[in-house]
């Protein structure tokens, strides 16, 4: 089944609302012509309504780096769907390793972020990983098989086809280490088999599956080339435009 890759470009805290736009202005004239391939920027929450004018008629989707699971309430410094929404976005990352490691996000709470995303009318890039400690205790496939299948829990076939999955190597996010493309591949490929098993072919076909640890312009077109990766959630090299665009354009 053919999927169209999807590249999105995580900012972090980076990124004054000036410096957003500045970057953002740049990525839209480069990606502009590129066919093939589906772009997406994840700005700070300050920079979102700025960014969100820019790119409106653009081919560049906008994506938020977090999300509450609740509408509304007495949430001191979170962000709903709605609030997301409102703003223009499409997609939430969820469940980045970041997230989990610096502020304890569990697996549990991702699945209600997924399931609020999903009735709020957005998408969520679904992130999963393993740690180097795990990988090297020979535990990748079964630490990112439970977390693959406790996000997607509370959703039905038809939604967890929509929603993207971002595998993210811990061990690979801001080190300059990246996994082989055999090791990137063998751990989608072992995803896509889960997503089989559980929810069958077709909505397995469907989903889409990013490469998530120290995507560069200088190892994209060869991770990108594997059969079961299908973009990539790319964070330092998201920060320069010609590289960015360079990654979008390996996709293609």
């Not at 996000?151 to 990246?178: C, H």
């Not at 080339?225 to 665009?245: M, N, T, V, Y």
Request: charged residues 20%; negative net charge; contains cysteine.
């Amino acid at each position: 089944m053919s999927r169209v890759p999807f590249i999105c470009g995580n900012w972090k805290m980076h990124m004054t609302v000036p410096e957003a736009l500045a970057l953002v202005d740049d990525v839209i004239a480069r990606v502009a012509s590129m066919d093939g391939v589906e772009v997406g920027v994840a700005p700070p929450y300050t920079a979102l309504h700025a960014v969100s004018k820019r790119v409106a008629g653009t081919k560049v989707r906008l994506a938020a780096q977090n999300v509450h699971f609740e509408p509304k309430g007495a949430y001191t410094g979170e962000i709903s769907v709605p609030m997301l929404a409102d703003v223009g976005c499409q997609y939430a990352i969820v469940g980045h390793s970041e997230r989990r490691q610096y502020f304890g996000e569990t697996d549990a709470a991702c699945a209600q972020k997924l399931a609020a995303l999903h009735a709020g009318g957005l998408r969520s890039i679904y992130c999963i990983g393993e740690t180097l400690e795990e990988r090297d205790a020979g535990k990748a496939l079964e630490v990112v098989g439970r977390q693959l299948l406790a996000g997607l829990e509370a959703l039905e076939p038809d939604a967890v086809a929509e929603q993207v999955i971002a595998y993210e190597p811990v061990w690979a996010i801001g080190t300059g280490r990246t996994a082989t493309p055999d090791q990137a591949q063998e751990v989608h490929e072992f995803l896509r088999a889960q997503l089989t098993q559980r929810y069958g072919a077709e909505v397995a076909g469907r989903m889409r599956i990013q490469y998530g640890g120290s995507m560069k312009p200088q190892n994209a077109k060869e991770l990108l080339s594997q059969g079961d990766i299908d973009g990539g959630l790319i964070g330092g090299a998201a920060l320069k435009a010609e590289d960015f665009a360079a990654i979008c354009g390996a996709a293609r």
